[in-house]
């Protein structure tokens, strides 16, 4: 079971990119690592998702090097909506793995975005 | 709106009750998870359905039940409630299908909040 760590919490200001890491050294051959955000009293959003190298997509970046026990979320040019928690999650819904079992979110790193 | 809707959005309820928190997935989706969120506790994973299938267990209790009905609605059934069993419980829903670059997506309700007096 992969675990993940991150920040607990960072700081931006509005306009700024914001590079957010998660560390997860024991990564398996099938796990896909997977990016979610989440604002109070709501369910997490689906970011963005990768296996390996760079994903972009029209609102992050995802950078994976290529031992891949590690990946960072990138935003850019953050905004005052984008403060909220973003959790890092290492796994795979492929259903023949029943791949459920393995989808650990961590604590989370909260983003605050100021003027 | 993530197409997947769960009921009552609020429950409150005094200790050694049972309720039943209900979730419909997404249009098309085979695949519903519950997630339990205490506060400033990450969300942990409690059971998978498949198609009517449990698929996956996490760390849900023996005092905690589910099942997947034939038209993929889930029930999640809590009993013998305890104070720290208040939490928010969320359902999501995936395709479970293979390939493309949302392919983990899971979509999540808008929760649950379960109170225990």
């Known amino acids: 079971l992969a675990k993940t760590t991150q920040p607990i919490s960072m700081d931006s200001y509005e306009g700024q990119e914001v590079n957010i890491t998660c560390s997860h050294n024991n990564i398996a051959t099938n796990d896909y690592i997977t990016w979610y955000q989440q604002f109070p009293s709501q369910g997490p959003r689906f970011i963005i998702q990768?296996?390996?190298t760079k994903v972009t997509n029209e609102v992050a970046s995802l950078f994976i090097p290529a031992d891949r026990k590690s990946s960072t979320l990138s935003l850019p040019r953050v905004s005052l909506s984008d403060t909220a928690v973003y959790y890092c999650l290492v796994g795979s819904l492929h259903i023949l793995t029943g791949g459920g079992n393995k989808l650990t979110f961590g604590t989370g790193t909260q983003l605050k975005v100021e003027l | 709106d993530s197409g997947v809707t769960q009921t009552p959005k609020h429950l409150i309820t005094a200790t050694g009750q049972r309720v039943t928190l209900r979730c419909s997935p997404r249009?098309?989706?085979?695949?519903v998870y519950w997630y339990q969120q205490s506060l400033d506790q990450g969300l942990q994973f409690l059971i998978q359905?498949?198609?009517?299938?449990?698929?996956a267990k996490g760390n849900i209790l023996e005092r905690f039940s589910a099942q997947q009905f034939p038209d993929l609605h889930s029930e999640l059934n809590l009993s013998s409630l305890e104070l720290g069993d208040s939490a928010l419980y969320f359902c999501a829903s995936s395709s479970g299908l293979a390939g493309g670059p949302r392919y983990n997506e899971q979509f999540f309700g808008p929760g649950t909040r379960l109170t225990v007096l």
């Open positions: 990768g296996y390996k």
């Open positions: 359905y498949y198609n009517g299938e449990e698929r």
């Open positions: 249009s098309g989706d085979l695949s």
